[in-house]
Structures are given as C-alpha cells and as structure tokens.
C-alpha cells in the first residue's frame, strides 16, 4: 500500500466545458427530485388522507429500487455507455410522473398510484445514480474528483433548500399537478443537457462483459467487504440512512399534524437541511484537506448528527429553533461527510470495479433507507410522531461509531489498497 501525497491543486472545474454541462444536467435533476418528493408526500398526507402507514410506504417505494435492483444495477452500468444509460433513465422519470397530473385533472389520483410512480420512478433513479458516479471519474482528472463532488453537492443542497419550498409553495397555491409536471419537464431538460457534453462516452470495457451477473455482484461484494475503511464507511452510511428514513417517514405528519405548519411552511422547514449543506459544499474541500480526509469522515458524523436530537424538542412558533439548528448542522456534517467518502471511493476503486462497488455501497445505504421508512411509518402508529422522531435521531447518532471504531481513527489520508 502506497499512502497518498500532496500535489498541487488542479486547475478550476469550472473551465472544463463537458463537466458544466454534466453539472447542469445533474442540478436540474435535483432540483426535479427535491421539489417531487416534497410534492408527493404532501398531496398524500392532505389531499389524499395518507395514514402514517401509508405515508411510510409511500417514502419507501421512493428508495426500494436499491433493495429492487440495486446489486445487478451495478453490472449492468458496467456493460453500458454510462451517460446514455443517465438520459434514458430521465426520460423515463419524466414519463412516469407525467402520469399524476392526468390522474389529477381527471379526478382519479391514489394513493396506490403515487407509490406506484415512486416505486418505478426509483428503479430509473438507481441506474441514474449509479452511472453519474461511475462516469465522473471518466469525465474529469482524477485530482479533480474532490472539486466535483464538492459541486455536485452544492447542487444537490441548493436544491434541498429551495426545492422543498418550491414544491410546498406551489402545491399549496396550484394543488399536485403543476409542480409534478415541471419535474417532468426538468427530467426532459437534464436529459438533453447530458446529450449535449461532447466528450467521449466511453464504451464499457471488455472485462465488464466477462462472467455471469451473479458472480460479478458477489466481486462488488466481496471487494467492498474486504477493504476495511470501505467496509466502515459503508455500515455508517447505511445506519444513518436507516434512521434517516425512520425520520423521514413522520417528518411531514409531524410538522403539518403537531406542529400545525401550512404546505409552504412545511416546504422552507424540509430546505433548512440543505442549508446546512450549501455552506458544507463551499467550505467542504479546504476542511477535509485541514483536517485529513480519512479523518474527515470519523470526525465530521460524530461531531454533527448528535444535533438531530434537537428536532423532537420542537414546538409550535419560537420552539421551532431547536429544529431549524438541529436540520441545519446535521446538513452541513452529512454533506462533509459525503463529499469525503464519494471522492475516496472513485479514487481508490480500480475502475473495472467501480460501478460494482458504487453499487453495493448504494444498495446497502438506499436499502436501509427503505427499510427504515417503513419502520418509521409502523413506529408512527404506535409511538406518535415525536416518539419515533427520537428514536430517529438516536439511532442516527449511533451511526457514527463504525468509523471512530475503525482503522480510519487511525489515518489522516486514505490508503490505495487493492485487495
């Protein structure tokens, strides 16, 4: 194992024509995915008098595609051009939720419906996610992957801010089916961004087409299992995304039932997350290298998510600070965080596995999530919203003791290692 060295920064990302172009795509998608989440659980808790039950399936069906297809997503994204594969799957996002508002104007909008478009909406999500990771590494220099996720992050927070009040302004103003049908419309345009970078898309190598389907995801397995910072860092995403879930599956019922906060009021509260993750995204890069991106990925989670024990302390006007200040920080550590594991990750992957490994760690992580929705939406019924919001915030603070008990304490850079 050789330890990484300091090299000289790399010139700006913003010069490079093709990843602007990726950027955009991928900032619009965001902001379509952050506006039709916020938009589908609140016509199915007001419109439609969704049960805490039904809310909770509902937030699964938006991650199940992990649990659904997320190991052989993987291989398949290995076996493809990557960026086709991305526009394809935002064309078909964009036709699923076209679905709503003409359910909408005819009056004949569900429940089953919306969990159905989330469901299918998710598998497309899977492949979208999987290949945009994988083809970074292939778009932009190496030494760049840090600046990349950082702006990719940015976009993602921008979009957590305004997105979920963008969507609960105008769902309480235009009901479900204008908003729906502009995050169809953004999924149209990223997609014809994508069809516009003129850099080279490359075929897969000819090793991703070698071996049966299973034998590969057992590879993506066994890698991620073999290599312990990896092995950490994904049971700490995966533990925090499980209670994350458990969290977003009463968050709404919560703020609009206990709290009794209008849809757009509800909206600005989901966006102070990405807040947090906004100033995260412009400060994360001199941070990590201060403080060592091995260590960054311990030091960050343990310092940060405890503040999500502030949420259940909420209450109705000046009791909403605890809340603001516990969403806020807990952003701006878990976009850290993420920024420093995803840029290890495509730096240290030999890239006949990096599609793999992307996909088993998104497959342990989004799964969590889906199983911990549900759990969410079960503990609603039987401890209340703010009974759940605590066990939620426990068991995110518990997360981070996968990596603090991990070799990472130990490190201040990561290692290439190729087990």
């Known amino acids: 194992m050789a330890r990484s060295v300091t090299a000289p920064r790399p010139p700006s990302l913003l010069a490079h024509r093709g990843f602007r172009l990726f950027w955009a795509a991928d900032t619009v998608s965001q902001f379509g995915t952050y506006v ?129 009040g963008i969507g609960g302004t105008l769902t309480q103003l235009t009901g479900a089916a204008g908003p729906v049908l502009g995050t169809a419309g953004g999924y149209v345009l990223a997609a014809a961004l994508l069809r516009r970078v003129r850099e080279h898309d490359p075929l897969p190598p000819e090793e991703a087409s070698r071996g049966s389907v299973p034998g590969q995801v057992r590879e993506g397995l066994g890698y991620v299992a073999r290599t312990p910072a990896l092995r950490a860092i994904t049971c ?19 703020l609009t039932r206990t709290l009794s906060l209008s849809d757009a009021a509800v909206g600005l509260m989901l966006s102070v997350l990405g807040m947090g993750g906004v100033l995260a995204a412009a400060t994360a890069g001199r941070l990590i290298r201060a403080v060592g991106q091995a260590r960054a990925v311990w030091l960050v989670p343990l310092t940060t998510f405890p503040a999500l024990l ?28 993420n920024i420093a594991q995803v840029s290890y990750r495509q730096a240290v992957c030999p890239e006949r596995m990096l599609a793999r490994v992307n996909a088993t760690v998104r497959f342990v992580a989004f799964g969590a999530v889906t199983l911990g929705t549900l759990a969410g939406g079960l503990l609603g019924e039987l401890l209340g919203d703010r009974g759940t919001l605590w066990i939620a915030a426990t068991g995110s603070c518990l997360a981070a003791l996968w990596v603090v008990c991990s070799p990472l304490r130990d490190m201040r850079d990561f290692e290439r290692t190729e087990p």
């Open 36 to 164: 039709g989440n916020t938009v589908l659980p609140l016509v199915a808790a007001t419109t439609l008098a969704a049960t805490p039950l039904e809310m909770g399936v509902l937030g699964a069906a938006e991650t199940a595609g992990y649990l659904l297809i997320g190991l052989p997503a993987g291989v398949w994204v290995a076996r493809t051009r990557q960026r086709r594969l991305m526009w394809r799957a935002n064309l078909a996002r964009a036709l699923l939720l076209a679905t709503i508002p003409a359910a909408w104007w005819l009056g004949a909008l569900t429940t089953v419906q919306l969990i159905v478009v989330a469901l299918l909406a998710s598998v497309c999500g899977v492949l979208f996610d999987i290949a945009y990771q994988s083809h970074l590494p292939a778009l932009v220099a190496r030494d760049q992957l840090l600046e990349g996720n950082a702006r990719l992050q940015s976009s993602q927070s921008l979009a957590q801010i305004t997105g979920p």
């Open 236 to 254: 700490c995403t995966a533990t925090a995304n499980l209670f994350s879930g458990v969290l977003s599956a009463v968050n709404v019922l919560f």
């Open 310 to 337: 502030l949420v259940p302390l909420a209450g109705p006007g000046a009791l909403l600070a605890p809340a603001v200040i516990g969403l806020f920080v807990t952003g701006y550590g878990t976009v850290v965080y």
